[in-house]
């Protein structure tokens, strides 16, 4: 499981799981009222083309789909391209990797929310047992008090 802890500016801090990369884009897209691609998504040209019943190799195809036919020329066919509009702009496609969680947290920060995730159950409790951890300081033990919570009802944590 993946663990995300939210801490608004203003408002209660959340602290909530997702199963796997997939649930936490759609968990994100649901939270912001975007679409999942929109948080995140990994496809070639080649996977673009063929959601528009195309191929490389059909005729007139620049002509028709110009941006699709540069992302290929420009990229390869085959090369994974990345979205995460939080950090590269709206629509915007990158041959570098964007990990999703990294695309989710940059989607929640965006309205000024402070944003942790851990990667599995382990992560986050050793985050939540480390006493030095500045987010648990100040108003920050109300989120540290979210995220136990959220172990506990996991059942990663023992409620004792």
């Given at each position: 499981?993946?663990?995300?802890?939210?801490?608004?500016?203003?408002?209660?801090?959340?602290?909530?799981?997702?199963?796997?990369?997939?649930?936490?884009?759609?968990?994100?897209?649901?939270?912001?009222?975007?679409?999942?691609?929109?948080?995140?998504?990994?496809?070639?040209?080649?996977?673009?083309?063929?959601?528009?019943?195309?191929?490389?190799?059909?005729?007139?195809?620049?002509?028709?789909?110009?941006?699709?036919?540069?992302?290929?020329t420009e990229h390869?066919?085959?090369?994974?391209?990345?979205?995460?509009?939080?950090?590269?702009?709206?629509?915007?496609?990158?041959?570098?990797?964007?990990?999703?969680?990294?695309?989710?947290?940059?989607?929640?920060?965006?309205?000024?929310?402070?944003?942790?995730?851990?990667?599995?159950?382990?992560?986050?409790?050793?985050?939540?047992?480390?006493?030095?951890?500045?987010?648990?300081?100040?108003?920050?033990?109300?989120?540290?008090?979210?995220?136990?919570?959220?172990?506990?009802?996991?059942?990663?944590?023992?409620?004792?």
């Open positions: 499981m993946i663990y995300v802890l939210e801490i608004p500016a203003d408002g209660a801090a959340r602290a909530w799981f997702a199963y796997d990369d997939e649930d936490l884009i759609e968990r994100v897209a649901d939270r912001r009222g975007v679409q999942p691609w929109d948080v995140w998504d990994r496809r070639s040209a080649r996977e673009l083309l063929a959601m528009c019943g195309e191929s490389p190799d059909a005729p007139d195809l620049a002509a028709r789909l110009p941006g699709l036919c540069a992302l290929g390869g066919w085959d090369t994974p391209l990345y979205r995460a509009d939080a950090l590269h702009g709206r629509g915007q496609l990158v041959a570098t990797p964007v990990a999703a969680a990294d695309a989710a947290a940059a989607t929640l920060a965006a309205a000024g929310t402070e944003v942790r995730i851990w990667s599995d159950h382990r992560h986050a409790v050793l985050a939540f047992e480390n006493d030095a951890e500045p987010l648990w300081q100040g108003r920050g033990w109300r989120a540290r008090h979210a995220l136990r919570e959220q172990l506990v009802a996991t059942d990663a944590l023992a409620d004792a």
